[in-house]
């Protein structure tokens, strides 16, 4: 048996031609997007918000936005 080998874009637009037919356009494209690279740097960005808060720390301070009151 043998089989032809297909590029990259043949696999990719098949595929999305699959994807598109079975999910619909809209949920192909949510598919999609769940797969960007995005950008920026997370561990910076993190470290910027969080710093050096143990969980417990952030955890109180949730609860603590999420009810003023207390």
Same mark, same amino acid.
């Given at each position: ?29 949510? !598919?999609?997007?769940? !797969? ?35």
């Amino acid at each position: 048996m043998t089989t032809e080998i297909a590029s990259v874009a043949q696999i990719t637009t098949r595929a999305l031609a699959i994807l598109s037919k079975e999910l619909g356009p809209v949920n192909t494209a949510r !598919f999609i997007n769940q !797969f960007s690279v995005g950008s920026g740097d997370y561990t910076q960005e993190r470290d910027s918000i969080v710093g050096n808060q143990t969980v417990a720390e952030i955890v109180a301070e949730i609860k603590k936005q999420r009810n003023p009151s207390e």
